[in-house]
C-alpha cells in the first residue's frame, strides 16, 4: 500500500488520511483496476463488509456488486479513535 496522504474520504467525507482502494481485489484481479480513495476506517470497514458478503472470491461481477453495494448503501460510523487522532493530528 502506498504512503497514506491527507484528503477526503470518497464514502464518508471526512478529511483524514486517505488510502488508494482498489475497488476489485488486486490480489484476485491484478493491480491495473480501477481505485478510489477513501480513509482507513471506511477502508477497513469495507474489508469486513466484503470478507462477510463474499461467497465466490473469483467473480468479479459478485466483487464489483458488493462495492457498489457498500459504497452507496452501508452506513460507516467513524470511530470516536479515528476522530480522537485526526483532532490531535490538527491541534498538537
Not at 484528503?7 to 482502494?21: A, S, V
Not at 490480489?27 to 477497513?44: E, L, M, Q
Amino acid at each position: 500500500m502506498k504512503e497514506a496522504k491527507k484528503g477526503i474520504c470518497r464514502k464518508c467525507n471526512t478529511h483524514f488520511y486517505i488510502h488508494e482502494h482498489h475497488i476489485l481485489p488486486k490480489s484476485k484481479f491484478g493491480k491495473k483496476g480501477k481505485t478510489v480513495k477513501i480513509c482507513p476506517n471506511c477502508h477497513t470497514h469495507f474489508h469486513q463488509y466484503s470478507n462477510k458478503h463474499t461467497t465466490n472470491p473469483e467473480d468479479k461481477k459478485e466483487a464489483l456488486r458488493i462495492w457498489q453495494t457498500w459504497f452507496k448503501t452501508v452506513s460507516v460510523v467513524v470511530t470516536v479513535l479515528a476522530v480522537t487522532f485526526f483532532v490531535i493530528k490538527m491541534f498538537f
